[in-house]
């Protein structure tokens, strides 16, 4: 008896016949409430709409019928699916960043006759959180050479897809004047031609999909000082370590637990240095010891002063940093170590 059930009532003479008695959705809203357009939820999905209106005496209201598709009317993300008799509804599923979504809604009335579609206008899904980005590590390679390591995740729609990181030095703590190394793919970056115990400071950004950009705090460190081939300053051997007056750098002392450490060096300082600036200084530190520090006195300027640093037993084998720092901001200021011994 019925020749229409199920057919499209927009289309042909039958349509236009029949779209005045059909159940109508008028207006359909992205969200929950009020129509969004944008949303950073990648779980579900969410769309109202207003109660159908009833256009034939007698007739009810059977069901809502909705689907989501990537354009008006589309269905390609979910096809026909029943919202009861509910004007809202929330569909759990994986949503795309930079995707948009849209919900598109049919009444029922209680004779099987479905009226129009109405569609919502869309919701893109969109990723606003920026990459976090972390220096993993740093080391000098040489005198003009500084390497950095970094770290980058980004929980919204993840790192871009190529050349996500960039790199910046500057020999500023502000960045002025920065160099980069543009957007590259690897985690780590070498920078070249850099000054002689230069002291530089370093940040790197990352980019998600999204082109929001994070950036990591700034660090800083020196390019390797070197050592100066001045015979004069050797106190036996080949040559002493030499660093400019505010140089810094570590070595690596390995020791075992439950034995006595003590680490002698012998220590001097130029005129340049200064005698009102604050002597050099070696510090002894690590797991399984208390740091120890222990600095120059009068007696190293322009002579070899023997340092101490009795750092007690260590309470683990571990492989120790011993640090030797200069004070002074004079450009002649020089001091240097030598000799230095581990025993144990
Ligand atoms: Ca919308
Ligand atoms: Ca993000």
Not at 156 to 184: C, H, K, Q, R
Not at 196 to 205: C, D
Not at 300 to 320: D, F, M, R, V, Y
Request: charged residues 15%.
């Amino acid at each position: 008896m019925n020749t229409f059930a199920g057919s499209d009532p927009t289309a042909g003479n039958y349509g236009r016949l029949y779209k005045n008695v059909l159940p109508s959705t008028s207006t359909v809203r992205d969200g929950a409430g009020a129509d969004i357009n944008f949303s950073t939820i990648t779980s579900c999905l969410q769309a109202n709409w207003d109660a159908a209106a009833i256009r034939t005496a007698g007739r009810t209201l059977n069901r809502y019928e909705f689907k989501i598709g990537h354009t008006p009317f589309g269905n390609e993300v979910l096809g026909w699916t029943s919202a009861g008799t509910a004007t809202s509804t929330t569909s759990y599923r994986t949503l795309n960043y930079g995707r948009r979504y849209f919900v598109s809604v049919r009444a029922f009335d209680d004779t099987g006759f479905a009226g129009e579609e109405a569609t919502s206008n869309g919701v893109l899904i969109v990723d606003t959180s920026s990459p976090t980005v972390t220096i993993s590590s740093f080391s000098a390679l040489s005198q003009t050479q500084i390497k950095i390591y970094f770290t980058a995740t980004d929980e919204g729609s993840g790192l871009a897809d190529t050349n996500p990181y960039f790199v910046e030095i500057s020999p500023n703590a502000d960045m002025g004047g920065a160099n980069n190394s543009g957007w590259i793919s690897q985690t780590d970056h070498t920078f070249s031609s850099l000054k002689r115990n230069g002291r530089y400071y370093f940040r790197v950004k990352a980019k998600d999909k999204a082109d929001n950009i994070g950036t990591s705090t700034i660090t800083d460190w020196r390019a390797k000082p070197g050592t100066h081939q001045e015979n004069m300053t050797v106190r036996t051997g080949a040559n002493a370590f030499g660093f400019v007056g505010d140089a810094l750098w570590d070595w690596d002392v390995p020791v075992k637990s439950g034995s006595a450490l003590i680490i002698t060096a012998y220590i001097r300082y130029n005129t340049e240095y200064g005698g009102s600036a604050t002597k050099p200084k070696l510090t002894l530190s690590g797991v399984g010891i208390s740091p120890t520090s222990i600095s120059a006195t009068g007696t190293a300027e322009n002579a070899w002063e023997l340092l101490t640093i009795n750092a007690g037993t260590p309470s683990q084998n571990a492989t120790l940093t011993l640090r030797a720092e200069g004070f002074s901001t004079s450009p002649g200021a020089k001091f240097y170590i030598d000799d230095i011994n581990v025993s144990q």
